[in-house]
Structures are given as C-alpha cells and as structure tokens.
C-alpha cells in the first residue's frame, strides 16, 4: 500500500528532478522517467492547491455569513 505524501515532499522531490534534468550528462531513457514523475506530481500538486483554495474559500464564506448575523 503506498501512503500519501504530503505537498511538501512532493514540491521537494520535483526540485530534485528538475535539479537532475539540468544536468547535460543525464541518459535520455532516466530523463524522460524523471520527466514523467516530476508531470505527474506537479499534477498532484495542482490537484491539492486547488482543494486548499475550495477549503480555504468555504472558510471565508462561512466567516463572512456568520459576520452578517452579527450585525
């Protein structure tokens, strides 16, 4: 069973790949794997930025509606 990473990790192992494809001595067969990964967790990442921004606007709301009521 693999376990979730956290965004964290994540943004620090896309570091990493680009770090590697920078270097001009990479075999083409190990950069496209890495080219790979690092398209798949910048996927992840989007995804989980955008349920930050849903969650952090439903926040917001919820606060704004509950300042309606008190006035």
């Known amino acids: ?3 979730k990473k ?3 990790s994540n943004m ?3 570091e990493e790949i680009v770090s ?3 270097n001009e001595d990479i075999e083409l067969n190990k ?4 080219f790979e990964e690092g ?3 910048v996927e992840k990442c989007d995804n989980e930025l955008k349920q930050f921004d849903e ?3 439903q926040i917001i709301m919820k606060h704004e509606k509950g300042k309606e009521h008190e006035e």
């Not at 950069?31 to 890495?34: D, G, P, Q, R, V």
């Open 39 to 41: 398209l798949n967790l």
């Open 55 to 57: 969650t952090i606007n």
């Open 20 to 22: 590697n494809l920078e």
């Open 6 to 8: 956290s965004f964290e």
């Open 12 to 14: 620090k192992r896309l």
């Open 31 to 34: 950069a496209m794997k890495l």
């Open 1 to 3: 069973m693999s376990e």
